[in-house]
């Protein structure tokens, strides 16, 4: 059994997984409170699923890119979770668990997928991926892009692209132009419904659970998240603090 967190962007997302199948759950779309709800989160899970620490067989992380500060509490949190329970530490890449969530709620969907996570202004973290015999494969590697038109067309021009996550939303008038964009409100689910993404830990079970098998773990010491760009620190605007 695998405990995954997802804290890259807004969303606080933890999920238990069992041979790649989800068992349950648990989110938070709260700003700014990854400190304050993820082990919480952590928790209330466990007892709900009635799975004790000790039970567990791995813990897996999203690796980034994304929110400096979500990733740092996202790692830091699974670090401990590992050492204190002498368990493996798994980490899968965000944007390619982004991918593998389309994929799997979108069943009928065989064009590529754009997954964009907001780094600010016209600027995304974004990769483009396509499936292959039930297998999630990246065809051109994650990078901070400025969003401006055009910067698509070499994958739009060969295959219908799917832009979903928090920069796809931002980027849409600049992207829509282009036939071939797709993006979440152009799909039903299969009960009819409006289809809706949101990043999810449970996007990381499958792969975490190959990485598991193939003994891909990472040092509890010294993993780092994949943060692509370097963080710069802000002037404070607390009254009182320089």
């Not at 039930?134 to 401006?148: C, H, L, S």
């Not at 996550?165 to 992207?175: M, P, Q």
């Not at 999810?200 to 990485?211: D, I, L, N, Q």
Request: glycine share 6%; net charge negative.
């Amino acid at each position: 059994m695998i405990l995954l967190l997802e804290t890259a962007t807004q969303t606080c997302s933890v999920a238990l997984a069992d041979g790649g199948k989800v068992l349950g759950e648990l989110h938070s779309d709260e700003p700014n409170a990854h400190s304050a709800r993820l082990s919480t989160l952590v928790e209330q899970l466990l007892q709900r699923e009635s799975v004790a620490f000790a039970s567990l067989d791995a813990v897996c992380v999203s690796s980034g890119p994304g929110s400096y500060t979500g990733l740092r509490i996202g790692v830091s949190s699974a670090k401990g979770y590992c050492y204190a329970l002498n368990k493996p530490l798994l980490a899968v890449p965000t944007l390619f668990s982004m991918a593998e969530t389309v994929y799997a709620q979108l069943p009928d969907y065989h064009g590529m997928v754009c997954p964009m996570i907001d780094a600010r202004r016209m600027e995304c973290y974004s990769a483009i991926f396509q499936r292959v015999s039930d297998v999630t494969e990246e065809v051109r590697p994650v990078q901070a892009d400025i969003v401006e038109q055009g910067i698509y067309d070499e994958w739009l021009d060969r295959s219908q692209v799917l832009f979903i996550g928090d920069g796809a939303a931002k980027t849409r008038d600049v992207l829509s132009v282009h036939p071939n964009a797709l993006y979440e409100n152009d799909f039903e689910t299969r009960q009819g419904e409006p289809y809706h993404f949101q990043i999810s830990a449970s996007g990381m079970a499958v792969e975490a659970m190959r990485r598991l098998a193939d003994d891909r773990v990472e040092d509890v010491a010294y993993f780092e998240p994949f943060y692509l760009k370097d963080f710069v620190a802000k002037k404070s605007v607390v009254r009182g603090l320089r």
